[in-house]
């Protein structure tokens, strides 16, 4: 599932760095996890009005809320990298499934990607 489809059509086209929606928002800092609502729709991480502000947020709430997913793979724009929560600072690491997070990481790394892994916020060169 694509979650930003408009914004995609644009990266496929160079716009390699896209991140906000069409409405200028980051839509991974549009959830109510570390939401900040400092910024504006100039910046380039700008988080919206308030967590779910957006549509693509609220379907995809709705959608994880439905299926109960136990894993889910996000694909971005703009770097080479496999990644796992958190990225919002270097300090906090996902504490559910790290462990498993961090092996799957590692093996699909050694086989397709051999690019920096990790917690998002502080991955290292592999």
């Known amino acids: 599932m694509n979650g930003n489809p408009r914004s995609r059509r644009k990266v496929e086209q160079g716009d390699w760095c896209l991140r906000a929606n069409p409405n200028g928002v980051d839509l991974n800092r549009n959830w109510d996890i570390a939401w900040s609502g400092s910024g504006s729709s100039s910046q ?14 609220q379907i995809m709430k709705n959608l994880l809320m439905e299926f109960m997913p136990t894993t889910f793979l996000c694909v971005h724009s703009g770097t080479l990298g496999m ?11 996902a504490h559910r499934n790290q462990q498993e997070m961090m092996n799957l990481l590692k093996e699909i790394d050694s086989v397709h990607c051999h690019c920096p892994w ?7 060169e592999r």
């Open 118 to 124: 990790g917690a998002a916020g502080r991955s290292e």
């Open 44 to 57: 380039q991480t700008y988080a919206g009005s308030k967590p779910f502000s957006e549509p693509e947020t």
């Open 83 to 93: 990644y796992m929560p958190w990225a919002y600072d270097s300090k906090h690491l």
